[in-house]
């Protein structure tokens, strides 16, 4: 009896052991440098690119390093009937998400860092800027 108690416990420690192992350590870290709250583009290439990819395909230069590929964002239209979902995008940005569709909740929530850049204006409405002209660029990159 002792000795299936012991096995037993063993199997489980390999198991757990197994499964941290297999766990990725690598930390993607972005640089956050403040851009211009009017330039989507800017903020687009600053923020979103290294995982996005320069052209919203899910390609960027840290797409690998990640445990979920980065979404394709050119086709955030398509999957929407052909309408811009601006609404979810903009709240994915000011709140993140969990939602599976978007990718994990590993993306950065972009609504309290943009809140930071600017202390000392009228924070909220230069973080609704950043939000709005950044989705509006999103916009632009959905295909036809």
Not at 34 to 41: F, I, V
Not at 64 to 75: E, Q
Request: hydrophobic content about 35%; proline content about 5%; charged content about 15%.
């Amino acid at each position: 009896m002792l000795k299936r108690l012991f096995l037993t416990a063993l199997a489980a420690a390999v198991v757990v052991g197994m499964g941290y192992a297999q766990q990725s350590t690598t930390k993607v870290n972005i640089r956050v440098n403040r851009t211009p709250a009017y330039s989507g583009k800017q903020m687009y290439t600053s923020y979103c690119a290294s995982c996005h990819g320069f052209d919203g395909r899910g390609n960027g230069p840290v797409a690998a390093a990640l445990k979920v590929a980065p979404s394709d964002l050119t086709v955030l239209s398509k999957d929407h009937n052909g309408k811009f979902p601006s609404t979810h995008v903009m709240a994915v940005l000011e709140f993140g998400t969990e939602t599976p569709a978007h990718g994990t909740a590993e993306m950065p929530i972009w609504g309290p860092i943009f809140g930071d850049m600017d202390r000392g204006s009228t924070t909220h409405d230069v973080q609704t800027l950043r939000v709005s002209n950044l989705t509006r660029y999103v916009e632009t990159l959905q295909t036809k």
